[in-house]
Nanobody, 124 residues
Framework: QVQLVESGGGLVQAGGSLRLSCAASGRAFSSYAVGWFRQAPGKEREFVAA???????IYADSVKGRFTISRDSAKNTVFLQMNSLQPEDTAVYYCARSRSQYTLPITEDEYEYWGQGTQVTVSS
C-alpha cells in the first residue's frame, strides 16, 4: 500500500511563496509520475503539475512560470514550489501517484494513490 503525506500549506499574502511537500512510503515513486492537483471551494479538482521520475515535468497553463515541481529521490519526496501566489490559487492541494508506470498523466483517473490534502490560502 502506498501512503502519501502532504505538508507545507498555510496562509500567505498575495505575491508570497509556499513550498509543498509530498512524502511517500517506501519506493513508491520509482518509475511512476507524481502529480499535484488542487480543489477550490465549489469547484472541481484540477490538475496543477506532474513530474515523471526521470525528471520530465508538465504544468497547467495557470501556474506555468510560477510553480515548480521537483523531487528529492533520496527522501522519496516531491515538492511544489509556489511563487507569486494569487488569491485564485487558494485551494486544498493534493499529491497523487500515477496508476501506471512510464507515464506523465494529467487527469485524475490516471492517478491511483492520493494524499489527504493540504490547505493553501492566499489573502489579497
Amino acid at each position: 500500500q502506498v501512503q502519501l503525506v502532504e505538508s507545507g500549506g498555510g496562509l500567505v499574502q498575495a505575491g508570497g511563496s509556499l513550498r509543498l511537500s509530498c512524502a511517500a512510503s517506501g519506493r513508491a515513486f520509482s518509475s511512476y509520475a507524481v502529480g499535484w492537483f488542487r480543489q477550490a471551494p465549489g469547484k472541481e479538482r484540477e490538475f496543477v503539475a506532474a513530474l515523471y521520475w526521470s525528471g520530465n515535468t508538465i504544468y497547467a497553463d495557470s501556474v506555468k512560470g510560477r510553480f515548480t515541481i521537483s523531487r528529492d529521490s533520496a527522501k522519496n519526496t516531491v515538492f511544489l514550489q509556489m511563487n507569486s501566489l494569487q488569491p485564485e490559487d487558494t485551494a486544498v492541494y493534493y499529491c497523487a501517484r500515477s496508476r501506471s508506470q512510464y507515464t506523465l498523466p494529467i487527469t485524475e483517473d490516471e492517478y491511483e494513490y492520493w494524499g489527504q490534502g493540504t490547505q493553501v490560502t492566499v489573502s489579497s
